[in-house]
């Protein structure tokens, strides 16, 4: 038996499932020896418990039954590859469905192997309980959305207040004025700077909204939303912000997740111009370089100070920051679930130099989104 760096176990061509499956009998993880279609031919106890189920209901259960409706389509077309020798193995976190209908996350190790007994192709999965895990993350995701919204407070009042000051100051020369004739004109642009604040307030309600099923919405009208939060920022911190869009690509998304995503990386971008600079945002059709599926492409781009080749390669991980107390590192880590969540993918290029520095990400999803195929992150530096 060999363990990958991957974690991903594989067996040797001549050992029977009989005998894996004696060296996993009494595991802490999960075990199961299937065949081709999911159903269970050899399973251990532990495996039994993950899925809340007895020793003699495993031993006729089917994996690919018991696994979340929404999961079994990804792992199919894994397995797909894996029986036509395009991977030697897999590893997939997905769910399974308990009898009582509650979920349970798992992490699959998943391998084939040809039995000599019956001259057939078996598949191993090794599986261990993840849920824990995932509750903490789900934990991380609320708090790093809530920090968020925090992190637009400021804006969204200094927004606000500005276009209140402006009615306050009208009406107190409508007030002064003469005759209604006199009064009007403060009168309207008092009602525009009004609805001017309504607007900026639809806006900031939208960030938290969210959804149960993704919905088709027009990228440049998320993003806009999210540069209009950011005006009063981009004046204080003197960065000139530019919005170019090429047609207006719809995505099936969960629109406040997206917008998340944006508020992210477009406050990154803000704060790694400290002296001021350019943002660029720019969304167009666009198609995904692994796959050639035509999709959205989101691109933000800023003159700042670049990022070192230990925060490229640090970046996504959970609580990792450069910016000491003022940073929770959990948001690009969140941007990266929410990108993969949406089956899209992102590449990062930065240059960190004293006068010429800056970083460009750009965001591609398949036009279906949420319910489009795999995902994955890719990094490069310039």
């Known amino acids: 038996m060999i ?4 974690g991903v176990i594989y067996f040797d061509l001549m050992t029977s499932h009989r005998e894996i499956g004696e060296w996993f009998a009494n595991a802490a993880t999960g075990f199961a020896v299937t065949d ?7 399973a251990n106890q532990t495996l039994a ?8 209901q495993i031993s006729d259960a089917n994996l690919f039954e018991l696994t979340h409706p929404e999961d079994q389509s990804r792992h199919r077309g894994l397995l797909e590859k ?4 395009e991977i030697p193995a897999f590893v997939i976190e997905k769910r399974y469905l308990r009898p009582d209908g509650s ?53 969204i009042i200094h927004e606000i207040n500005n276009p209140l000051e402006a009615v306050l100051n009208l009406i107190y020369l409508a007030r002064r004025s003469a005759d209604l004739g006199e009064a009007g004109p403060y009168l309207r642009d008092a009602e525009e700077e009004l609805g001017r604040a309504c607007d900026i307030t639809t806006q900031g309600l939208q960030f938290h909204r969210q959804s149960c099923t993704p919905t088709s919405t027009k990228m440049v009208e998320i993003l806009q939303s999210v540069l209009a939060l ?6 204080t911190a003197r960065v000139r912000a530019e919005f170019r869009a090429e047609d207006a690509p719809e995505l099936m998304c969960f629109a406040g997740e997206m917008r998340q995503v944006f508020v992210n990386l477009v406050g990154n971008a803000v704060d790694s111009m400290p002296d001021g600079g350019q943002l660029t945002v720019r969304t167009r059709p666009g198609t995904d370089w692994r796959t050639g599926d035509h999709g959205v492409r989101i691109t933000i781009a800023d003159t700042g100070r670049g990022m070192s080749l230990e925060t490229r390669r640090r970046m996504y991980e959970a609580f990792y920051t450069t910016k000491g107390t003022e940073g929770s590192g959990l948001g690009l880590w969140v941007t990266a679930k929410i990108v993969r969540k949406h089956r899209g993918c992102i590449h990062v290029r930065s240059k960190s130099m004293a006068r010429s520095g800056g970083t460009a990400f750009t965001l591609v999803f398949p036009y279906a989104g949420a319910l489009g195929k795999t995902a994955g992150i890719q990094e490069h530096a310039a």
Do not use: Y
């Not at 894996?82 to 020798?85: H, T, V």
């Open 103 to 155: 979920v349970v996350w798992v992490r699959n190790s998943v391998s084939l192997i040809d039995d000599e007994e019956s001259r057939s192709r078996h598949v191993v999965s090794v599986c261990e309980d993840i849920s824990q895990r995932k509750r903490a993350e789900e934990i991380l995701e609320q708090q790093e959305q809530m920090a968020a919204i925090g992190r637009l407070t400021s804006s």
């Open 49 to 56: 418990k993950i899925v809340d189920l007895t020793p003699g």
């Open 36 to 42: 081709l279609r999911g159903n269970i031919i050899n």
């Open 230 to 235: 950011f005006k009063g920022k981009f004046k």
């Open 82 to 85: 894996l029986l036509a020798c």
């Open 3 to 6: 363990t990958s760096n991957l």
